[in-house]
C-alpha cells in the first residue's frame, strides 16, 4: 500500500511539473523536483531497512543452524569430561609408594619417574596427533572421510581465520574478558592449594601413614573429576530446556564452585587427629564441588566471548591464573606456623 501511494504521489508531482513547464513556473518546478528527491531518499531508506532485516532474519536462522550442527556432531558424553584428572588420581598413590619403596632415597625417585612419564607421553603425541585429519599418516580413510565431512566448514575456514590480526587492544580492554580473569586466578588459587597442601595435611594434622595418605589425597580429585563431568551435563540441560539462560547458569557454576569449597576448608580448620573420617568427607566434598566452576562456569567462555580468538583469550586469562601456583604456597607457608 505505501508503494502505491508514493507512486500515485509521484505521478502527480510528475503532471503537476509537467503543467508547470507549461505555464513556465520555475520556483514551484524547484519545489516539485525537491520533494520528488526527498520521496525517493525515503523510499530508498526503506528499502534499505527491509534488506537489513531480512539480513538479519538469515543470520539468525544460520546461528541456530550452527547450534543445531554441533548439537547433532558432539555427542552428550563428549561434553565436558572430567578425565584431565585422572593424572592426579593415580599420581598420589603412586608418589606415596615411591616415597617408601623407591630407589635413592625414595622421594627423588618421584621427580625420576614422572619426568621419564612425561618425555615418553611426549614422543608418543607427536607419533599420534597431527595438525588435521587430511594429514595424519596412520588414520584409515573412512574415518578421515568421516571427520572431514562433519567438519566440512571449520576445515576449509581455519586457514582463513588464522590470517585475521588479532584485537590484542579490544580484548585487553573487555570487562567480560577481564571477569573471565579474575574469576579463573581465584579458581586456580584454591586448586593449587588443594594440590599442593592436601598430602601435608593428611600427614601433620591427621597423621595418616605414606601409604593411607596417597590413598586418600587421590579421593578429593576422583570427586573432582566426576563433579566436572557432571556440572557439565547439568549446564547443557539446564539451558537446552530453557530454565536457564547461559550467564546465570555460568554464574550458578562459579558461585557452587568457589563459595561451597570456602565454606568447607573454613570448616576443615576445625578439625584435628580425633575427627579423621569426617576431616576426609569436608575435604572430599569441597574439593569436589570445585569442579563445578570448571564444567559449568568460566572455563568454556572463551569460546562463547569470542569463538575466533579464543586460544589467545585463553591463553591470557591462564598466565594470569597460574600465578597462584607460585604465591599460594609461599601465602600458605607463611599462615600456617604452627602445622598441628
Known sequence: MMRRKEKARLSWCWWRRKNQRRRGGSREKERCLERE?????????????????????????????????????IGRRRRKTGCSQIGNVVTFPVASLLCEYGFDGGWPSV???????????????????SDSPETHPRIANAERDYICNSLSGNLDTTKEMQKLPTPWLAIMTSPRVWAMIVTHTCANWGTYTFLTNIPTYMKEV???????????????????????SISGALYDYVVSTDLLKKTAARKVGNTLGLLVPGLFVIGLGFMDCTQPMQAVALLVIGVAMSGFQYGAGFLTNPAELAPTYAGVIFGISNTFATLPGIFAPLAIGYITTDVS
Open 37 to 73: 528527491r526527498k520521496k525517493r531518499k525515503k523510499m530508498r531508506r526503506r528499502r534499505r531497512r527491509r534488506r537489513r532485516r531480512r539480513r538479519g532474519m538469515m543470520m539468525r536462522r544460520k546461528r541456530r543452524r550452527r547450534r543445531r550442527r554441533i548439537r547433532s556432531r
Open 206 to 228: 591427621l597423621y595418616f601413614d605414606v601409604k593411607k595418605n596417597g590413598l586418600l589425597s587421590a579421593l578429593p580429585y576422583i570427586g573432582f573429576g566426576a563433579a566436572i
Open 111 to 129: 621427580f625420576y619417574v614422572l619426568g621419564i612419564f612425561g618425555i615418553l607421553w611426549f614422543f608418543a603425541w607427536m607419533y599420534v596427533v
